[in-house]
């Protein structure tokens, strides 16, 4: 039987979530599904910002299975051979109409996806795919929310990924080998290693000096571009990978930026994690490592909401609520008490995300429930 295909539409808006969310699903999609993908990208160099491999120069390549084709503009000329059986547009990003035209006149109609943003918060459980009839084609599209609960997507989880992070983890080389090869020192990852992803509004710098002067040695480690004024202000130097500081209890070194695949590595290598936007904050989640989220900041601050929302479902405990409510602008407190009651609460935290891992993936992972979802309407 051949297998299903599926054209995977990204539009990159600004940063890396987009990319990285759709770079993951569509080898996974192709990985463990058999299906046979093809991820359009209209911005190739932030694509190989997070997957090296990439080309910038090609509109169409083979990336570790995944066709990559360069989403140049609106304008392409599409035919109804050229459509796809399942068709996902990632977040509401407009496909080419001549595409869609396509669709509509292809003998048998494909399915249609919307793939939404990860938000905690219960509405989407009642918005989870719902369709929606375009206004003057006999299509249908619908809406597939990722999601914490039963009643949703799921949550994007690779078969293997906790056996992999165990392997890691168990080895005792790999992890000193990981972070020597991304130049921190001996002494360096014997203090607590924190890794740091944030928006460049985040406190860093009011918690770099909570961190001076704690009595925990702390070992910051910042991907090249993450927050670089507060941190190039820190290293007195511009902040590029390499360049490395270090004042009362803190040190903090710049990474050189990973790719993605090298990003889980990090998050299972520290003790606590700095993750933002959405595909960190869930592999975070799968780090079973006490983590930090920085929401991306939305208008009306909706975003303190939906942190609340995550904060609440989580149930991890005052000090990480308290934490992350000051983090993200939701709260105001003494970083340095805020910081001695994270720590405090951190083995136990720690404990708690196996649990919360369980909880989790009883609802079974995205892109198998997108699979049954897709073949649920063929
Ligand atoms: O880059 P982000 O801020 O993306 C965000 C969110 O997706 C948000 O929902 C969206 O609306 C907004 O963009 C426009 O954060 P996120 O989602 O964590 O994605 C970062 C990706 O970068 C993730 O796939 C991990 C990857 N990454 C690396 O590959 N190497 C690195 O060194 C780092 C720090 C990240």
Known sequence: MPSLSLDLFCKVVDNFGDIGICWRLARQLQREHGIAVTLWVDDMRTF?????????????????????????NQDGEFAAD???????????????PAYIAAMAVRPHRPVWLNLEGLSAEEWVEGCHSLPSRHPRLPLTKYFFF????????????????????RAYIADPVAVPAFLSSLG?????????????????????????????????????????GVASDAVAAFLEQPAVAGAVRSEGALTV????????????????????????????????????KSFIWNIYAQDENLHHKKLR?????????????EFSLCWNGAGQGDWAGLWKALVTAMPEISAKSSEWQQKILANGDLATNLTKFCASLR
């Open 146 to 165: 990722p999601g914490f609960t039963e009643k949703t997507g799921g949550l994007l989880y690779e078969a293997g990924l906790e056996a992999e992070r």
């Open 253 to 288: 070194r710049v990474l050189p930026f990973v790719p993605q695949q090298d990003y889980d590595k990090l998050l299972w290598s520290c003790d606590l994690n700095f993750v933002r936007g959405e595909d960190s904050w869930v592999r975070a989640q799968w780090a079973a």
């Open 48 to 72: 190989q910002r997070i997957c090296p491999q990439v080309d910038t120069a090609v509109d169409r390549q083979l990336v570790d299975g995944v066709v990559v084709r360069h989403w140049a």
């Open 82 to 96: 050229d459509v796809a059986d399942i068709v996902i547009e990632f977040f509401g990003c407009d496909i080419p």
């Open 184 to 224: 921190v020192t001996a002494a360096e990852a014997a203090a607590m290693k924190v890794s740091l992803f944030c928006y460049p509004y985040a406190p860093v710098a009011e918690v770099f000096a909570a961190w001076c002067a704690g009595g925990q040695a702390v070992t910051c480690l910042v991907p090249e």
């Open 309 to 321: 929302a995550f904060l609440q479902r989580y149930a991890a405990g005052s000090a990480l609520d």
